[in-house]
């Protein structure tokens, strides 16, 4: 009976032990985990006044896109094009693109335009002159809709390909355009 | 000596009082082994001196002494070449197996047996680990050593993260059960290894077969059962030190223990084990495999206090962990992974040599502490208490930009507490009924950090269990049934994640049960029946995953809908073993209500931000896994022995899809199997001498599912292995060698249950030598 007395008191001090690790844990604050919500298209007019964005948007933050934005432009015309991608969930929200743009070298996004009339060009470079694209000339031509998708390359390994840069897609999003 | 005459003298009051109701249909059956090295002792004469019966021992240093008296005291006599003879008094209560071991006293000049009772075989078919298969594999992970074990593969993820696979299943699955802790860890993910330390465990038992009664729910396919070695019996010190090399990953492995027993007070037993591991990238035949080096340490301390009639046994162990993820396998979408699976060589590899562990990588820490009590209550009953705490910690550092790995933080972590606090009562031998029952209380919490893909969730459970065995040696046949209710209760929230403000609360309760018999033909033939029901509750990630799975690469989505599984396994087994060599064959099938699998439908692809992912979902659907393992080993010329395994499993589920098809594979099932070689037994004992070359062929998986992924099956091939070990005495030590070549003609293959299979090919030769001594 001894015996099983001193084994229930080392056991209720084992619990007591253990009571202590469970509370004495903060919850979610060990991680830097840091995502890619939002993607915003800011196109301004290249002598015309426009000036307007278009955003794709996870708004629940599940990885996936709930909203992207038509992207509507007036035919034969002119745009220069700056990306802003966005972490929702931080407070303040975070202004991932000023990073992106701080390693251009291991950077690089790629357009591809589908039956849309329109061309992209003039990619902005890295800091060794390869092409790096958060910022870029959009020409319009005739009336037509299409898509443009946008990806976003981490550490690609050809960064003059345009199929294949190799490295990992960090963002991949495709915009409806209407050229009218 | 002094001590068994008075033994005697006992012996002849008792039988005098008993005379009139004693039973002589008892057998003792043992198995001999030296106490200070644990070698099998075979070919030893054990004598009963008071009926005059002389047996031998096998080779496995088993003996059976049949028609012995209940309530009696017998004086066991054991000879063997290399000692004097020993003697040892036992009293029989009922049918027993007792363990005895062997001690050389210095100090007397003679031996001492200690004997304790062995639990009762498995009636499910069983293998356990060849000491040389254990010892060649515990400098790599526990996956190496079983992966000889006919109906046992591994799922891996290169060659550095593996689990076991038992007859098709794996994860929550099968239950891991250590030193008598059930592993409580992430064990849902295809990527994450079971968190255990081999040079802990002095033997590893696979069960094959449902065995929810033992080992609770999860248990729907088998048992990875683990066995640290018996803490020293005798006053004074001893161990063993190990050294490892590997030549691909230029890898080392070290380990010792140490035990001791206190001169002053012989109650009390320590000891204290270590590991520490490492290797760099591994090679395949034509490159390097970028970043798959680990790191690993591990320790483990147990102090027990043992008198007669009570035991207390405290023991904490750590296994801390980190490893590289290949490089090549770290892909972004969808149009990322075609381009993978196209290329004959990995895409964005780190073709070259290096220690270093560069993201992405994993860092795994779990920490155990047990407690057990034993309390002999009177000659049948004996009450035991354990209780054991678990933290394990994971956490996933993924590749980004410079401010996502600033500060090295994980981007995914993962914190598990779990207590589990057991009760039973066990008993001996009622008129022939031996067996046990309890009740055991699970708590659970769980943490998970933000894009951690599976919820938070509390749980607690609890669970009745009994279980009975019937045996009168040498009576043929030995039964056991058991019945088990378990009862658990989760509540799962999450905040940030895809599963933005879950809150939902899940219970699941239902019956394990067992029943099994052996039948012994011939002494040396034996059939093994075993039929039992397990079950499982579906994980949280089967119920509320949502997101993308980096380690799988892939879009997983829950659904909070699934029904508990339900598996109604039976399994036949029928093992010969005999001077000639031995053979095992056995059969399962194993019919499982609401399996719950990973589903791609045809095509199916959600888009993320990160651009197109396959996607999975979980679903449930009636399944039948059904097939046979075969081991066989025959001495031929001289000591050659011919050795061959073959292992073959059919797995289906019901479907009504709309094409008329009823039937379906599942995925991620192992294809047949053979091993098959010659093995030259240079020189016979525990720790034999011996040369092996043994061969592997892997059929091309065809019976694979028509939709999804996992349609690309790599092709058949055949890798050689070459092994060896000798034992030898130097001075009072004892030293053992191996070499173990791996791949021998450097073939370039890859594995179906390799995740790893789209991006490289498995690793080249390895040429890993041993030695270890004993003191």
Known sequence: MIHTSSSLRLLLAMALTVGFFNTGCDKHNHTEGEVITRVTVHLTGIGNSFNQEFEAKDDDGDGTFNSIDPISLPAGSAFMCRLHLYDDTKTPVEDISEEVAAESNEHLFVYAVSNATMVIGNLNTDGNGAPFGLESIW??????TGSVKITLYHEPTNKNSTTDPGGEVDVEVSFPVTIQ | MLKSKAAIAGFCSLCCLGLSAQDCHFALRGHVTEAETNEVLAYASVLVRETGKIVSTDENGWFAIPNLCEKTSYTVEIRHIECAHFTQIVQLTENTAMEFRLLHDAVLNEVVIREKALPPPPTQAA???????????????????LKKLPGVNLLSSGATVAKPVIQGLHGNRIAIVSDGVTLQSQQWGNDHAPEIDPYASETIRVVKGADGVRYGVGAMAGAVVLEPAPLRKESGRG???TLNGFSNGRGL???????WRLH??????????GTYKRNGNLRAPDYWLGNTGTREFDFTGMAAWEREKTQHTLSISQFNQAYGVLRASHVGNLTDLRFAIASDTPRNNLNYFSYDIERPRQEVQHNTLKYKGEIRLNEVWKWVTQYNFQYNRRQEFDRGRGSVIEGDRPQVSFRLWSNTLDAGLEHRPIRHWQGAVGVQLLQQLNYVSRGGYIPDYLSFGGSVWAIERWRRFPHPWEFEAGIRYDYRWSHATTSGNGNNNLDEVVQFGNVSGTIGAIYRILPELVLRGNTGFAWRPPHVNELFARGVHHGAGAYEQGNPDLQTEKAWNTNFSLDWQSKHGHAGLSLFRNAVQDFIYLNQPRDSVVLTVRGPFPAYFHQQADAVLQG?????????LGRVYVEARASTLFALRKTNDSDGKNRDWLPLMPGDR??????????DHSAPTFIRL???????QWRIPAEGLTKAAPETFTVLGLEAAHSFRWGKRRIEAGLNVQNLGNRRYREYLDLFRFYADMPGVNVALRVKAVF
Request: aromatic share 8%; net charge negative; charged share 15%.
């Open chain 2, 239 to 241: 161990g063993w030190a």
């Open chain 1, 139 to 144: 020409t319009t031509a005739l009336a037509s």
């Open chain 2, 628 to 636: 046979m393992d075969l081991n066989v080993s025959l001495r031929t």
């Open chain 2, 264 to 273: 002053h007070n012989e109650a009390w037993a320590f000891r204290l084990q």
């Open chain 2, 694 to 700: 043994l061969a592997t062929t892997a059929i091309r």
């Open chain 2, 674 to 683: 053979y091993q098959y070689g010659l093995r030259w037994l240079i020189q």
């Open chain 2, 253 to 259: 492995a070290m380990a010792g223990s140490i035990d």
């Open chain 2, 127 to 145: 293998e356990t680990v060849a000491q040389s298969d254990l010892e060649a594999g515990k400098g790599v992970h526990l996956g190496e050593t």
